[in-house]
């Protein structure tokens, strides 16, 4: 499904975003060598590029970070 202008298409990249930081968390957390990112992985950080991330206030985790990202998109 492709969502375009306005609100809608921010709230599907905002979505976008926090699947690719997911994923990311979830590589970073596996032990040895990083396996090349696939192309999905690639298409989605290429599509959450375009968001402008909201800095989390001092003193939230990463997980907070992903909240707020899930937080936008509602």
């Known amino acids: 499904m492709?969502?375009?202008g306005?609100?809608?298409e921010q709230e599907a990249a905002a979505i976008v975003a926090a699947v690719a930081f997911a994923l990311e968390e979830e590589q970073n957390r596996r032990p040895g060598p990083r396996p090349e990112p696939s192309a999905w992985v690639a298409a989605v950080r290429q599509a959450s590029?375009?968001?402008r991330p909201v800095p989390?206030?001092?003193g939230v985790s990463e997980a907070g970070k992903l909240s707020r990202f899930i937080d936008q998109a509602q």
């Open 2 to 4: 492709i969502i375009k």
């Open 49 to 51: 590029s375009r968001l």
């Open 6 to 8: 306005g609100a809608g």
């Open 56 to 58: 989390p206030p001092p």
